[in-house]
């Protein structure tokens, strides 16, 4: 069975460079309606609707001027080589001869990178936006526009998280794009991309947005806008404009299992890229907030064993000792509801929320715990200086109980860094089903602390159908749903 990938959206140019695929969309205001037909006599034809489809050209003819072709090269270490050198000849006898030979053949080498990616003016006096992979590794960027004059660029700063980049030209009255509000788009409206797929630059493509608020794998400060746009390598970095002719996303990736485009792209928000954009070109940094928790998604089956009537929320796994969540009071079991009074559907939105708030702020949560709601403050911490602001627990297993428990040792208890619970010997039946593994350590049901096999048969009785454990699987905490049906 084939399998798909997500992939970045740069393209390679030459022996060796990076594998980047990218989208993008924009489209006009101008609209041109197709006209009816009729076989029947006008006196007594009834009128047809008609279909009015978007024109881009205004768009790519304005605004085209302002995306640039993004070229990068330098040096890409390789893995191990054949390497045979005539100042190297060593006697078969001598014991060193094997030894250096291997020696030889596992020295890595540097081989020329070259890769395309591309950009958007977004000041005049020469600052471009593009994608952080764009520009990964680069020893030298250049920047060539539609006019064919060539820039040498600087990298101001990038920002891997968001996979933003600032670029900076020494160009003055340079064409600029118009930046809009992402979160004023709607899903199915119209929006066209301009990049360089394939080195071919300058180029259009179009499509619709298909869904909003996106998360995708190790991208936890990005809500990506999904579109149906044709993109492939080399759009990266390029823009996706709106009807109005306004940049709302930076195409990024594209879904694919053969490294092209296969209808779902994605595009990092405006609005985010230009508040990294702004820290980039001040600090050549970015500063986000830590709230220093593991966070996981609210499922159906969690919901009903905390009670709560609708399945949302950020469920905290796990707090980190002595970090901001845990100074403010916040527990393993805590559902994050709202944040700064804005509703939290869904756990993939609290990364983007607490990393847009600068270190050492207030922030106001509302927490749902054991069954009533209460306000919680927390002054974030920096999350360049410590972990990450909230992390994803990782992927919810559904079971019922089925479990064979005992207390650890107190040298289990030290290696797993826990003060009690009890460690899974085996499983069985729904157990197993849910993932639960012999290793495993139940620490909490109901978020009530488990600290001996007759407490937790005890509480999993009272509980009724649906509870939900709390894991520790590795260094890992999340919590599984149990159908106790």
């Given at each position: 069975?084939?399998?798909?990938?997500?992939?970045?959206?740069?393209?390679?140019?030459?022996?060796?460079?990076?594998?980047?695929?990218?989208?993008?969309?924009?489209?006009?205001?101008?609209?041109?309606?197709?006209?009816?037909?009729?076989?029947?006599?006008?006196?007594?034809?009834?009128?047809?609707?008609?279909?009015?489809?978007?024109?881009?050209?205004?768009?790519?003819?304005?605004?085209?001027?302002?995306?640039?072709?993004?070229?990068?090269?330098?040096?890409?270490?390789?893995?191990?080589?054949?390497?045979h050198s005539p100042n190297f000849n060593f006697d078969e006898n001598d014991p060193f001869s094997q030894f250096f030979r291997q020696f030889q053949q596992q020295m890595p080498q540097e081989t020329p990178m070259h890769g395309i990616g591309s950009g958007f003016i977004v000041s005049s006096d020469g600052i471009i936006l593009t994608n952080a992979h764009v520009v990964d590794g680069a020893e030298q960027v250049s920047v060539k526009l539609t006019d064919k004059r060539e820039f040498q660029a600087r990298v101001l700063g990038k920002d891997k998280a968001t996979d933003i980049a600032v670029l900076k030209i020494d160009a003055r009255n340079l064409p600029v794009v118009k930046i809009g509000d992402a979160g004023r788009e709607r899903v199915g409206e119209w929006a066209v991309a301009i990049g360089a797929p394939f080195g071919f630059e300058n180029t259009a493509t179009a499509g619709i947005i298909s869904a909003k608020a996106r998360s995708l794998p190790n991208q936890g400060y990005v809500q990506f806008i999904q579109t149906d746009v044709p993109v492939n390598p080399g759009n990266s970095g390029g823009p996706l404009f709106n009807l109005n002719g306004e940049v709302v996303g930076i195409n990024s990736q594209i879904y694919s299992g053969s490294g092209g485009y296969q209808g779902v792209s994605f595009a990092i928000p405006i609005n985010l890229a230009m508040q990294v954009e702004q820290q980039l070109v001040k600090n050549g940094k970015v500063e986000r907030g830590q709230l220093g928790v593991s966070i996981q998604s609210v499922d159906q089956s969690l919901a009903q064993s905390f009670g709560l009537k609708e399945a949302e929320g950020a469920l905290i796994s796990s707090v980190t000792p002595?970090?901001?969540?845990?100074?403010?009071?916040?527990?393993?079991?805590?559902?994050?509801?709202?944040?700064?009074?804005?509703?939290?559907?869904?756990?993939?939105?609290?990364?983007?929320?607490?990393?847009?708030?600068?270190?050492?702020?207030?922030?106001?949560?509302?927490?749902?715990?054991?069954?009533?709601?209460?306000?919680?403050?927390?002054?974030?911490?920096?999350?360049?200086?410590?972990?990450?602001?909230?992390?994803?627990?990782?992927?919810?297993?559904?079971?019922?109980?089925?479990?064979?428990?005992?207390?650890?040792?107190?040298?289990?208890?030290?290696?797993?860094?826990?003060?009690?619970?009890?460690?899974?010997?085996?499983v069985s039946g729904p157990a197993a089903k849910a993932g639960i593994e012999p290793g495993d350590i139940v620490l909490a049901l109901n978020g009530q602390p488990v600290t001996s096999v007759s407490q937790l048969r005890e509480q999993a009785a009272k509980a009724g159908h649906q509870i939900a454990l709390l894991i520790q699987h590795d260094d890992a905490r999340v919590f599984v749903p149990l159908d106790l049906g």
């Open positions: 069975m084939n399998t798909t990938k997500l992939r970045t959206s740069a393209m390679a140019v030459g022996a060796v460079s990076l594998l980047a695929l990218g989208y993008g969309f924009g489209s006009s205001a101008i609209g041109r309606t197709a006209p009816s037909t009729s076989t029947a006599s006008s006196e007594t034809s009834a009128p047809r609707n008609t279909v009015a489809l978007p024109d881009f050209s205004s768009i790519v003819a304005q605004y085209g001027p302002a995306v640039v072709n993004v070229r990068v090269s330098g040096m890409m270490r390789t893995g191990a080589h054949q390497w002595g970090g901001p969540g845990d100074k403010a009071g916040l527990q393993s079991g805590d559902v994050i509801l709202k944040f700064n009074g804005q509703d939290v559907a869904d756990a993939g939105q609290l990364p983007s929320m607490v990393g847009g708030v600068a270190p050492g702020d207030t922030v106001h949560l509302t927490v749902w715990r054991k069954g009533s709601q209460r306000d919680v403050q927390v002054k974030l911490g920096d999350a360049n200086a410590g972990q990450t602001l909230a992390t994803s627990a990782g992927e919810e297993g559904k079971a019922r109980l089925g479990l064979a428990v005992r207390p650890l040792s107190s040298d289990e208890r030290s290696q797993a860094d826990v003060s009690g619970g009890l460690v899974v010997e085996s």
